[in-house]
């Protein structure tokens, strides 16, 4: 069974840009949620997808958005990047309030 | 909300030890409690899950225990290997796929 698949795993942002990462979840899980990992904050909560609907948001910036297809598979959006954007965003996918599981991750850097 | 704390911050133990990881949380409303182990750069790996209803769980060398009334969740290790080496993660989970993590404990077996 293949497991939760984030794409790009590396990229590099200017300043005001925008990016948009990926995630396709372990198949037959309808939820996915997405978290950010920095050295100062550690691991945070973003936001949580479920059969197309965001059913739980984190504290973050408007900056910050997401979307879930039909397939399950989902996207964050990050506009007008900062500096302070810079980080490894984890995808993680479940079914239903159990287990986690999580991909590899996107590193981004913004320059 | 959820607060989680990991003592130690960072560990270094010869090989063959047992150690000890501590979790602690602060809303005892948890669904389930998590552990993690994550390698530099990389993704998490989830080691064991322990849902309210239950005490501990094992897998291999590795045993979680959970006291939900005392807000605590323990990691131990057995017999630790080179190849443990990496940063552990606990994440509480308050119903919702929205995991609370601790800042982790960084281990080092040494060989």
């Known amino acids: 069974k293949a497991g939760v698949t984030q794409t790009p795993r590396y990229l590099i942002k200017t300043r005001g840009q925008q990016v948009t990462l990926s995630c396709s979840p372990i198949s037959g899980h309808r939820s996915v949620s997405w978290y950010q990992q920095t050295p100062g904050q550690g691991l945070q909560f973003l936001f949580e997808?479920?059969?197309?609907?965001?059913?739980n948001k984190g504290n973050f910036p408007g900056r910050f958005s997401g979307r879930q297809f039909s397939n399950s598979r989902s996207e964050m959006n990050v506009s007008t990047l900062e500096l302070g954007d810079s980080a490894l965003y984890l995808c993680a996918s479940s079914l239903g309030p159990a287990e986690a599981f999580f991909g590899q991750g996107t590193r981004l850097t913004v320059v | 909300k959820q607060e989680v704390t990991q003592i130690p911050a960072a560990l270094s133990v010869p090989e063959g030890e047992n150690l000890v990881l501590n979790c602690s949380f602060t809303?005892?409303?948890?669904?389930?409690l998590q552990w993690f182990r994550q390698d530099p750069g990389k993704g998490l790996t989830s080691l064991l899950l322990?849902?309210?209803?239950?005490r501990e769980q094992t897998s291999g060398r590795l045993n979680a225990s959970l006291d939900k009334s005392s807000g605590r969740s323990t990691l131990y290790i057995a017999a630790s290997q080179p190849g443990d080496s990496a940063t552990y993660l606990c994440?509480?989970?308050?119903?919702?796929?929205?995991?609370?993590f601790g800042t982790g404990t960084r281990l080092t077996v040494i060989p």
């Open positions: 997808y479920f059969s197309e609907t965001q059913r």
């Open positions: 809303d005892s409303a948890i669904y389930n």
């Open positions: 994440a509480g989970a308050t119903g919702a796929n929205n995991l609370f």
């Open positions: 322990i849902q309210s209803s239950q």
